[in-house]
Each structure stands twice: as structure tokens, then as C-alpha cells.
């Protein structure tokens, strides 16, 4: 197989697909979930095309973790989370549903459970505004 380079989150790194963003360097983009697990749920990508941790190059590894230390106390703060959880998926049989490699950043609140993975569509107009409260904690 490999990797797809018409997967959804490639489409979104060459800009044919709309995200919305709230962080970009040169090695990695992080943009908000359309189907959000918690109010705040961010995904981390590599620019490199990586189906999963398998073929992930381990400067792509360290490049995703870093943003993902740099967002992690921006998404708590923003959302108010009481905590923050991280997700990670290699294979439909651990719950991959794209296949382009990515982190999770989930904001927990205490006795909330979690909506169901891969759910519901949220408004995009509350998107941009947990979006830009996140960019302005970075
Ligand atoms: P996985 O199950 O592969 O770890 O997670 C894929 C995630 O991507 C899911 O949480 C799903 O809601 C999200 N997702 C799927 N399609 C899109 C999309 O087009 N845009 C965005 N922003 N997120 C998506």
C-alpha cells in the first residue's frame, strides 16, 4: 500500500482542503478537529507524507512533538481544560481513520466524558473562535 498522497490531511498541507489552523512551522501543521472529541480537540502533522508511526522519519517524530509540547498548555488555558489528553492511532484496528500520521490534543474537564471519536460535525464559526483564543495563548 503506502502512503496516499490524496489522503484529507495531505489535501490540507497543499491548502486544496480548508482547516482551521492554529499553528504552522516548517516541519508541522496543527489545525482543529471538524469532529471535535472536546471543545479545543487539535491535531498535530508532519509536512512529511508519513502514514503512521511506522514510516514516521524521527526528525518528523521530534518536529510533531515539539508543537505538540509548544499547543498543549496554549489549548489547556484557552478551553479551560482541567487536563490535557494525548491520542495517537497506528492501523484501523488501534482506530486510524486517516492516514497521515498525527497527534491528538484532547482538553479533558473533570467528569466530562468524551464525545464519540470521529462524530459530529461542529460549527465552523466556534471553530475560529476556539482557534484564535488558542493562537493567542502561543
Ligand atoms: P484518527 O482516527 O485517524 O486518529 O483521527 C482522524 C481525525 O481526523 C478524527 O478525529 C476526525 O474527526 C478528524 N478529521 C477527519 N476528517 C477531517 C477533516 O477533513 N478536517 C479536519 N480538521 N479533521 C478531520
Not at 12 to 41: C, N, S, W
Amino acid at each position: 500500500m503506502g502512503y496516499d498522497n490524496n489522503n484529507i490531511f495531505a489535501k490540507i498541507l497543499r491548502g486544496e482542503m480548508p482547516a482551521v489552523k492554529v499553528y504552522e512551522d516548517d516541519a508541522t501543521l496543527a489545525f482543529l478537529d471538524v469532529m471535535p472529541q472536546a471543545p479545543g480537540h487539535t491535531l498535530v502533522i508532519p509536512k512529511v507524507g508519513a502514514e503512521n508511526l511506522y514510516d514516521l522519519p524521527v526528525e518528523a517524530g521530534a518536529a510533531v512533538f515539539r508543537t505538540v509540547q509548544k499547543l498543549a498548555p496554549a489549548v489547556r488555558d484557552a478551553m479551560g481544560a482541567d487536563g490535557i489528553m494525548l491520542n495517537q492511532f497506528n492501523g484501523p484496528a488501534a482506530g486510524q481513520t486517516v492516514f497521515h500520521f498525527h497527534v491528538h490534543i484532547v482538553p479533558r474537564f473533570d467528569d466530562v466524558p468524551l464525545r464519540r471519536h470521529s462524530g459530529q460535525m461542529e460549527d465552523s464559526a466556534l471553530l475560529e473562535e476556539q482557534a484564535e483564543k488558542i493562537r493567542a495563548r502561543l
